[in-house]
């Protein structure tokens, strides 16, 4: 929140200006605040404000109206005894409703990082519990919140001081006010965000606000007598009992802590007295006459000015209030701004602010105190930002920064180039190899764009100039010198550029991220652009790129080898320091994720990964190609950081890059160093071994020993298809390397880049030459097959997350696989070392088969919507989110996704080493007949009945066409809630909707649901995951407990009829014929 002075802006003295106003209503404001809900004390303060800008009010204060404010008390000069008693009664309040928008913040300025990596709000919650050890009191502590801080507020709380979160009345919530139009002081529009319509109207909503959320009355019924206010960003204004207890002990009604001016503050505002009725008043700059302007500025006559640490007599402020017909009458400040703080062209708007400061006129008995400057270090500029951030302030032991000895009582003075160092970011960008030493520095001017780190060490007096475009290093002991370094080297290979580029529509990443035609993504700028608002948004949500490691990797689709050398100098740009690559550009989504989480050493985990890729479909220069962003958990990012992302593509305005890094030779492993030419930085590029990783995790979960004595088994024979996806030569590791068999049992898989003209997915439509091996047709229908049937297989698909397990002439359907891996995990190391599996968890669609297994064992369940995030959430509930342990665990999805919470991502390969485990343990002595695939799963259906599955997908439909379909069943869920169809009643109908039990977030519309009252189900989906048009799924379930020896086809076929009339996809989509069954 900007001081009275920052903020009041220009105030005309002519009356004249207003009289075309004089007229306007206030009822628009009052409408449409009552319509938001906005408190009635809030409405009446605005109100005042209103009127008084209205009205002509200049606020100008003549110096012949005021006199100067005499000698004050100074606290080093109290002598009276501290009572600890007043603890009880007494409240301490930080003001944190600012976005810090003029340093070039979007969230809670508080949340900036100050010192050693703790923000402004880690040391504020320090200094509570700090005040509360020493003086044996549990002290309450609010702060104030505007809608603009609240919710990042509260998570940081939460994440961090659970306790303190926890504790009743921690937030009161500031009010928000309309902007109003300039020219008709009507309430401001901004049709493409309505919440640009409202600002927060200044600190001085503090009264309003403590009246209106009921907050007032209830810290006075509590027995609360005493208020201390100051700003979130004042990390010196603590709570000293000293003064309290000379607040209470005066019987002041209000009293504010000022300090003296110097002539670095005589352009500021200053206490006065007002002659007419000898109260405290505050004079701010824009209140001041031109002719005035010298006394203004006289710091010898005006002497001191408002810190904004303020105490309050809360009993004096209800007398107050209720005097002045609900609210505290307050000086008018106004601002003028555009409705659209990011659109210098939208409307143009006035805001109007007050400030708590202003208060002090109308105490009676109000008083001032003058405290020590160490009571006063707001951080209003990347100056002071700097300076706090320097070794020329520590932080004492009860969280206080404060000036370092060394320094002699006197401050550096910070003097940064205000037109490059206005937004921190730019300061980020400087300080980025560290912060310079400044405890012997007397001052420091900076002209210009320069870089600093640890190295760099000011003494004395230093000003350093810099004409040229790039930012120049500046490094060692620099000692009282004025340098000129605009011809000294720069970052050569390492310099970022700024590439001017603006928005392309449709980048909105899905559950699986960006998903688009190669030749959409090899248009000018589409990589870039994406790429470029994910880095935005993963440093804007706190992640230091400078440190770890940039995971990179995909499928090995058309174009990912370009791609790869893109984000590496993007990378760079953005802060990046060193790269993992996957040898040849490959990695595996499960893969990467485990390098994410296995890799090391530790300081260089890894941070994030971009992975290459779109999954199961299509590759080539015509086909498909995608990118996703994952996590430091290893998992796919979470959904406010794709919001995010999402967001920075529609306002894009350039992207950042390293246009001479040289290009990486990623076919061979091994490390580059790329050094800058003024040798302040490096980046290193490992290309690493793509399999080592995961292979080395998934022998720590299986019993190799124990699959390589079924797969030497003369009876057993096995086949595993990769499709020419990124899967092979991840198969060749594990099962030729590790397992010792014949590179004769992997078919496809040579990695190509358009998967050799296939579709690499792996079901019965397009895994066709293994379901033929097999003796399967497409619809899973036993056939003639000359020659011997493999025991086994399998198949990957592009990315290697997927997987499809077949048996002699049988297909396993996913649902199953998963239930029968969960009924048997305890075959499992990875589980039977751990105590066993704790919980399961299937998507939405998947079958019900799981859900008996999981009722039988006793283990926590859950269905979630279609996606591996919701997965994920489960598995970090306790180490992430400080939640309930559901590890070990294993989930899986009905479109061929199975994994366990060994990485964060579907993993096909550890679906099929859990299925070979299995078959292992069931066949320890391989003197006795095989107990095959079919054996295994028909023994679970004896155990648990069947669930007869299906699904039907129609790929490549109009979406438009699509989206009407579902918005049909959707709007009529009610009208079949209860209806008979066929030999069947629908017991519900509805919209899936799954509310997360770690993070508590809600995920609607995941699927329009029929379910029977004998507990089958009709299911359908609108996917989004395609590179082009549209998929609808249609999902057909039916459990028998015993009859388990139909065909699917025939089990299914009346609900199939029933799916097809109630979804009308023939009249909307043109057909009834699906591109897939599975």
């Known amino acids: 929140i900007p001081t009275t002075s920052e903020a009041i802006g220009f105030i005309p003295n002519s009356f004249s200006f207003y009289s075309n106003f004089i007229m306007a209503s206030f009822e628009p404001c009052r409408t449409k605040m009552e319509k938001e809900g906005i408190a009635q004390s809030a409405i009446s303060a605005f109100e005042s404000t209103f009127k008084s800008l209205v009205s002509g009010n200049t606020g100008i204060i003549p110096e012949s109206t005021i006199s100067p404010v005499p000698e004050l008390v100074h606290t080093d000069t109290i002598s009276a005894k501290p009572d600890a008693a007043l603890l009880s009664e007494t409240v301490v309040l930080k003001l944190n409703g600012g976005l810090g928008t003029g340093m070039g913040l979007d969230k809670a300025k508080s949340l900036l990082e100050v010192k050693n990596g703790d923000t402004f709000l880690d040391l504020t919650a320090k200094q509570v519990v700090c005040m509360r050890e020493e003086f044996g009191q549990n002290v309450k502590f609010m702060l104030m919140n505007s809608f603009s801080t609240s919710d990042d507020t509260l998570e940081f709380f939460q994440t961090k001081y659970p306790d303190l979160a926890a504790e009743e009345g921690l937030e009161m919530l500031q009010n928000k006010v309309p902007k109003l139009d300039a020219k008709t002081y009507e309430p401001a529009t901004c049709a493409s ?81 007002r002659n007419s009725d000898k109260h405290l008043i505050l004079r701010e700059s824009a209140m001041c006459a031109d002719e005035d302007e010298p006394a203004f500025q006289d710091i010898t006559k005006h002497r001191f000015f408002n810190t904004n640490n303020l105490w309050i007599r809360l009993d004096k402020l209800q007398e107050i209030v209720d005097k002045s017909g609900g609210f505290i009458p307050l000086p008018m400040i106004m601002n003028n701004k555009t409705v659209d703080p990011k659109d210098d062209s939208s409307q143009k708007v006035v805001q109007l602010e007050t400030a708590m400061g202003a208060a002090i006129e109308c105490f009676d008995g109000a008083s001032a105190v003058i405290v020590p400057r160490t009571r006063f270090a707001p951080v209003k500029k990347c100056n002071d930002l700097l300076l706090l951030r320097s070794d020329a302030y520590i932080i004492t032991d009860d969280f206080r920064p404060v000036l370092n000895p060394a320094c002699n009582g006197v401050a550096p003075v910070i003097a940064l180039d205000s037109k490059k160092y206005k937004m921190v970011g730019a300061l980020e960008e400087a300080t980025a190899e560290g912060i310079p030493s400044l405890v012997e520095c007397k001052r420091l001017t900076v002209k ?17 100039t810099n004409k040229s475009d790039e930012a120049k290093y500046v490094s060692g002991k620099i000692e009282d010198a004025e340098m000129d370094v605009s011809d000294a080297v720069g970052l050569g290979a390492l310099k970022p550029t700024a590439v001017p580029t603006a928005p392309i529509d449709g980048q909105k990443p899905g559950t699986s991220g960006l998903r688009k035609k190669t030749k959409e993504f090899m248009s000018e700028n589409y990589l870039n652009n994406f790429v470029q608002a994910v880095f935005d948004a993963v440093i804007a949500g706190g992640t230091d790129v400078s440190e770890g490691t940039l995971v990179v990797g995909g499928d090995g689709r058309y174009y990912n080898d370009k791609a790869i050398q893109t984000i590496i100098k993007m990378g760079v740009a953005n802060g990046v320091k060193r790269f993992w690559i996957g040898e040849g550009g490959l990695l595996s989504t499960p893969a990467v994720s485990a390098t994410i989480r296995e890799r090391g050493p530790v300081f260089q985990k890894a941070f994030g990964a971009f992975i290459l890729t779109a999954s199961h479909n299509p590759g080539g220069p015509e086909e498909d190609f995608g990118i996703k962003y994952n996590t430091q958990n290893g998992g796919p990012a979470p959904e406010y950081l794709m919001q995010a992302t999402y967001a920075n593509t529609t306002s894009i305005k350039s992207y950042n890059i390293c246009a001479d890094f040289p290009e990486i030779d990623i076919n061979k492993v091994g490390s580059t160093t790329v050094v800058s030419e003024d040798t302040s930085s490096s980046v290193v590029v490992d290309v690493i071994p793509a399999t080592k990783n995961h292979i080395d995790l998934l022998k720590t979960i299986f019993d190799f020993d124990a699959i390589k004595a079924l797969l030497d088994r003369d009876d057993f024979t096995m086949t595993y298809d990769s499709m020419h996806g990124v899967n092979g030569p991840f198969a060749k590791a594990a099962f030729v390397d590790e397992l010792g068999q014949p590179e004769s049992v992997l078919t496809n898989h040579i990695p190509k880049d358009d998967f050799n003209g296939g579709h690499a997915d792996p079901n019965l439509t397009y895994a066709k030459e293994l379901v033929a091996t097999m003796g399967l047709d497409k619809k899973g229908n036993k056939i003639d097959v000359a020659g011997p049937i493999p025991s086994f297989g399998a198949a990957a698909d592009g990315d290697g997350d997927r997987n499809m397990i077949l048996g002699t002439q049988f297909f396993v359907t996913p649902s199953d696989s998963l239930a029968v891996i969960v009924a048997n995990a305890s075959c499992i190391p990875f589980f039977s070392s751990q105590g066993g599996l704790k919980a399961v968890a299937r998507s939405m669609p998947t079958s019900g088969a799981v859900d008996l297994v999981a009722k039988d064992l006793n283990l926590d369940f859950f269905e979630t919507p279609t996606g591996w995030k919701f997965f994920g959430n489960l598995m970090d509930s306790k180490v992430i989110f400080k939640g309930k342990d559901y590890t070990p665990f294993i989930c899986g999805e009905e479109s061929f996704g199975t994994g366990s919470d060994h990485v964060r991502e579907k993993d096909g390969i550890w679906a099929v080493l859990a299925w070979l485990n299995i078959l292992a343990a069931k066949n320890p002595d391989a003197s006795k007949p095989l107990v095959t ?36 069943m959707r709007a009529e869920t009610a009208k079949n809630t209860g209806r008979t169809v066929g030999s069947y ?94």
């Open 193 to 273: 965000d309505p919440s640009n319509e409202w600002c927060p109207p200044g600190h001085g909503d503090l009264y309003a606000a403590l009246v209106g959320s009921g907050r007032l009355a209830a810290l006075l019924k509590g027995g609360y007598k005493y208020m201390f206010v100051s700003n979130s960003d004042n990390l010196g204004a603590t709570l000293d009992l000293k003064i309290l207890t000379h607040f209470a002990t005066t019987n002041a009604s209000f009293m504010m802590e000022c300090c003296e001016r110097t002539e670095n503050d005589k352009k500021g505002g200053h206490l006065a007295i």
């Open 448 to 464: 210009g764009k320069i870089r600093m780190g640890r190295s760099t060490r000011f003494v004395g007096d230093v000003s350093i």
């Open 933 to 968: 695939v079919e054996d295994i799963v028909k023994q679970h259906w004896a155990k648990y009945g069947r669930n007869y599955y299906c699904r039907w997908d129609f790929e490549g439909v109009d979406k438009v066409s699509a989206t009407a379909m579902m918005d049909k």
């Open 985 to 1078: 009643t629908i017991a519900t109908a509805d919209d899936f909707k799954y509310t997360d039990p770690v993070d508590g977030s809600v995920a609607q519309k995941q699927g329009i649901r029929f379910l029977m009252s004998d507990g089958s189900r009709i299911i359908f989906r609108l996917s989004g995951t395609a590179g082009s048009g549209a998929t609808v799924r249609m999902y057909i379930e039916q459990y028998e407990p015993k009859n388990l020896d139909m065909t699917v086809s025939s089990a299914l076929e009346e609900l199939t009829s029933i799916a097809l009339s109630l979804c009308d996809i023939k009249t909307f989509c043109g057909t009834e014929t699906p591109t897939v069954i599975t």
